[in-house]
């Protein structure tokens, strides 16, 4: 028996299932980094000792350019393997989903670096507030980057068999992986400024 709604769009929400849980799920993700974005704006408005002026003076802006880069560069790559489905390139398809997932490896190789030269320097979550929330923020990003890769390079590899048996199916969940994607990315486009450059 076939469940309903698996591929063709319901009546109601113009959606099909998958495309309306990945919603849900995103706006609860929206409530989790709008609360930590929410407390990083009421501290840094109360902070009267510069403890944020100062601790984003540490950051590096460079890096943090590149990453940003990175990240819009795998959004990109993520579409293009949607559409190359859509079009049944199933080889362009892989290329650019496998270029999405090497992308991603890059933001976290970057961030590694960034991450073990603020703890050369003595620079960890209980050194100041504003330390406290940045790696709240990034690390939460980070955790979602890896929680992404792993989707993405299932999808890759072993989910792949899908795509010969149920292509339309897998297309749908290629979109969904997508939306999340892009979530991450949006967050990150949201991090950069407000941590680095404000």
């Known amino acids: ?53 100062s601790g984003a003076s540490e950051l590096n802006i460079p890096l943090a350019t590149f990453n940003t880069l990175v990240l819009i560069s795998s959004s990109v790559t993520m579409i293009m393997s949607w559409v190359s ?24 190789v970057v ?21 406290a929330i940045y790696f709240t923020l990034t690390g939460l990003h980070m955790l979602h980057i890896i ?12 989910g792949s068999k899908m795509m010969n048996t149920e292509s339309e199916r897998f297309t749908n969940r290629i979109e969904i992986v997508g939306l999340y994607w892009h979530f991450v990315d949006l967050v990150w486009i949201f991090l950069f400024p407000v941590l680095y450059l404000l």
Do not use: C
């Not at 849900?24 to 944020?52: I, K, P």
């Open 85 to 108: 489905l859509k079009l049944g390139e199933q080889k362009k398809f892989k290329t650019y989903l496998g270029t999405t997932l090497l992308l991603a490896g890059v933001f976290l």
């Open 1 to 53: 028996m076939e469940i309903p709604y698996n591929v063709e769009e319901r009546q109601d929400t113009g959606m099909f299932n998958a495309k309306l849980g990945i919603w849900l799920f995103l706006a609860s993700e929206v409530m989790l980094f709008g609360g930590l974005f929410s407390a990083y704006v009421f501290l840094r408005m109360g902070d009267v000792t510069g403890t944020f002026i």
């Open 147 to 158: 929680g992404g890769m792993v989707v993405i390079f299932y999808f890759l590899v072993p």
């Open 111 to 131: 961030k590694y670096f960034e991450y073990t030269a603020k703890f050369h320097h003595g620079i960890f979550p209980e050194t100041s507030t504003f330390f």
